[in-house]
């Protein structure tokens, strides 16, 4: 295990350096950021002086160098728009993107789980061909599209949930989230709704198509020649294997949540970090884009050694070290 854990950080670090000169390699191609930061009657030289005040002027490498220097300890730049540490800047948006990968990860277990294992056991009920027919039309559905469809029905033609904002949050062991609040969790519906249907229909298709595998397997076969309740086949036995690969895409699609959270937010005006990135780049404020897409590339490395981990603890015969026997 402890080698394991060795080689995966170091195939971390690798990954997220890869991920730093991605994001910083972008930088100049985002445009000016002095046009947000002083106004037209700025002289051409005091926006030069400027610049190299900002260090806009040094090479590549040596940006890049300085950059590199400070990531380590924690520095990722500071904010021009906020003035502010980038890395605080977000973190202060993060309960809120947190609360909508949450309210829609809640939903997608309790949904998937069960709708894919009923597929599976009744291939050929009327109810399984209706929700495998959902499912293909709700991967076919954008995001954006489902948050705005969502939007119109219940929040403007029949006005059961409100259609932007966070609502009121409470503080408890830490986390200001929604979550705690009535008002809160009416505001977090819609919004984790939308998020969910990205990942829903993948994961009750996956569900049904690991357990229709499990379940013609052979050991599942010799328990049904054996006598045992099918009830104790199918949800003891079956449905343990079956979750093994769905924890490792599962563990994946969680930092894909947090990257599609940008569309979500944006329609419903979620104070999250999806909304503050588009914000930044609307403002190009390059040191907090850089550091954004570095922390979402973080959520990604960080989840998936995770899920490996635990990978290996719920299934002991998988080899962590890659050694083999």
Same mark, same amino acid.
């Given at each position: 295990?402890?080698?394991?854990?060795?080689?995966?950080?170091?195939?971390?670090?690798?990954?997220?350096?890869?991920?730093?000169?991605?994001?910083?390699?972008?930088?100049?191609?985002?445009?000016?950021?002095?046009?947000?930061?002083?106004?037209?009657?700025?002289?051409?030289?005091? @926006?030069?002086?400027?610049? %190299?005040? $900002? &260090?806009?002027?040094?090479? =590549?490498? #040596?940006?890049?160098?300085?950059?590199?220097?400070?990531?380590?300890?924690?520095?990722?730049?500071?904010?021009?728009?906020?003035?502010?540490?980038?890395?605080?800047?977000?973190?202060?948006?993060?309960?809120?993107?947190?609360?909508?990968?949450?309210?829609?990860?809640?939903?997608?277990?309790?949904?998937?789980?069960?709708?894919?294992?009923?597929?599976a056991i009744h291939?050929?009920?009327?109810?399984?061909?209706?929700?495998?027919?959902?499912?293909?039309?709700?991967?076919?559905?954008?995001?954006?599209?489902?948050?705005?469809?969502?939007?119109?029905?219940?929040?403007?033609?029949?006005?059961?949930?409100?259609?932007?904002? @966070?609502?009121?949050?409470? %503080?408890? $062991? &830490?986390?200001?989230?929604? =979550?705690? #609040?009535?008002?809160?969790?009416?505001?977090?519906?819609?919004?984790?709704?939308?998020?969910a249907s990205i990942?829903?229909?993948?994961?009750?298709?996956?569900?049904?198509?690991?357990?229709?595998?499990?379940?013609?397997?052979?050991?599942?076969?010799?328990?049904?020649?054996?006598?045992?309740?099918?009830?104790?086949?199918?949800?003891?036995?079956?449905?343990?294997?079956?979750?093994?690969?769905?924890?490792?895409?599962?563990?994946?699609?969680?930092?894909?949540?947090?990257?599609?959270?940008?569309?979500?937010?944006?329609?419903?005006?979620?104070?999250?970090?999806?909304?503050?990135?588009?914000?930044?780049?609307?403002?190009?404020?390059?040191?907090?884009?850089?550091?954004?897409?570095?922390?979402?590339?973080?959520?990604?490395?960080v989840t998936n050694?995770?899920?490996?981990?635990?990978?290996?603890?719920?299934?002991?015969?998988?080899?962590?070290?890659?050694?083999?026997?």
């Amino acid at each position: 295990m402890f080698s394991f854990l060795v080689k995966r950080v170091y195939q971390a670090l690798i990954v997220m350096f890869v991920i730093s000169l991605v994001a910083f390699s972008i930088q100049d191609n985002l445009g000016d950021p002095l046009r947000e930061l002083v106004g037209q009657s700025v002289s051409e030289a005091e @926006r030069q002086a400027l610049r %190299d005040e $900002l &260090g806009l002027n040094d090479p =590549f490498i #040596t940006k890049y160098a300085r950059f590199l220097s400070n990531a380590v300890q924690g520095d990722l730049g500071t904010s021009y728009t906020f003035k502010r540490p980038a890395v605080d800047v977000i973190l202060d948006k993060l309960p809120a993107t947190l609360e909508l990968v949450v309210g829609a990860s809640i939903i997608i277990v309790t949904l998937s789980i069960p709708l894919g294992v009923y597929a599976a056991i009744h291939p050929k009920n009327w109810f399984t061909k209706f929700v495998m027919a959902m499912s293909s039309v709700g991967i076919s559905i954008p995001v954006f599209l489902t948050a705005i469809m969502l939007m119109y029905v219940f929040s403007i033609e029949l006005g059961w949930f409100p259609s932007y904002g @966070r609502g009121q949050t409470s %503080d408890i $062991l &830490g986390w200001d989230s929604g =979550f705690f #609040t009535v008002d809160g969790l009416m505001h977090l519906v819609l919004p984790s709704i939308a998020l969910a249907s990205i990942m829903l229909p993948l994961f009750i298709r996956l569900v049904r198509s690991e357990m229709l595998e499990v379940l013609g397997s052979e050991y599942i076969k010799f328990g049904k020649a054996k006598g045992l309740e099918l009830n104790k086949i199918y949800y003891q036995h079956a449905l343990k294997n079956t979750m093994l690969p769905v924890l490792t895409v599962g563990g994946v699609q969680i930092g894909t949540m947090v990257a599609y959270t940008i569309l979500t937010e944006t329609v419903f005006q979620w104070p999250g970090m999806g909304f503050l990135f588009l914000d930044a780049i609307n403002r190009v404020d390059t040191p907090l884009i850089t550091a954004y897409v570095i922390f979402v590339g973080l959520i990604f490395v960080v989840t998936n050694t995770i899920v490996d981990i635990l990978y290996g603890v719920i299934n002991p015969t998988v080899d962590l070290t890659g050694k083999g026997a």
